[in-house]
């Protein structure tokens, strides 16, 4: 597993956190962000995968690109 992750990603994975930390850590950020008590951060909401439309010969054309920020 840790091959797979330094191959796609160019890089060993740090294993001194766990997924279960690295969630809470994240929540925690957010809620002081919305909270207002950590300034220095700004969150914004991005479109997970491309949307967009299927055209002639069924193509997809993306009107949002993967990881765009919204609202486009």
Do not use: Q
């Amino acid at each position: 597993m840790n091959e797979k992750v330094t191959e796609l990603f160019e890089r060993k994975p740090l294993l001194r956190i766990t997924p279960d930390e690295a969630v809470a850590i994240g929540a925690a950020l957010l809620g002081a962000g919305l909270s207002g008590e950590l300034e220095e951060v700004s969150f914004v909401d991005v479109a997970p995968p491309s949307i967009g439309l299927r055209a002639a010969g069924d193509r997809f054309v993306p009107l949002i690109k993967k990881s765009g920020t919204l609202p486009a």
